[in-house]
């Protein structure tokens, strides 16, 4: 298993942008495919995009449209993913994974940081 943590979420307006951090303890974290995730109340978890090992390959679920941007720094152990234009329909538990397989199925991806709030009002 990857130890992974989940930074950046918050209460937000409607338009809104944050910028989630995911860190990782782990020395081969350049290995590893990672993707971003989420849960609103009620509902499946949902993929919201993924990149590849080096960073040069990025992904995103419909819904994302143009406002969100994946990212990755492998020096600091971390992944990014900011997010712009929030809107009330984004508010959820927002998680970071690592898979082996570059995929948007969650289960291919084998651990899980516990996850952020995001919340945003109208």
């Known amino acids: 298993q990857v130890q992974l943590v989940e930074s950046g979420g918050g209460l937000v307006q409607a338009g809104d942008s944050l910028r989630l951090s995911c860190t990782a303890r782990?020395?081969?974290?350049?290995?590893?495919?990672m993707g971003w995730f989420r849960q609103a109340p009620g509902k499946e978890r949902e993929y919201v995009a993924r990149?590849?090992?080096?960073?040069?390959?990025?992904y995103y679920a419909d819904f994302v449209g143009r406002r969100f941007t994946i990212s990755r720094d492998n020096a600091k152990n971390t992944m990014y993913l900011q997010m712009n234009n929030l809107k009330p329909e984004d508010t959820a538990i927002y998680y970071c994974?690592?898979?082996?397989?570059?995929?948007?199925?969650?289960?291919?991806?084998?651990?899980w940081g516990p996850g952020t709030q995001v919340t945003v009002s109208s």
């Open positions: 994974a690592v898979s082996d397989h570059f995929s948007d199925d969650a289960a291919l991806y084998s651990s």
């Open positions: 782990e020395r081969t974290f350049r290995n590893y495919l």
């Open positions: 990149i590849s090992r080096e960073g040069r390959m990025t």
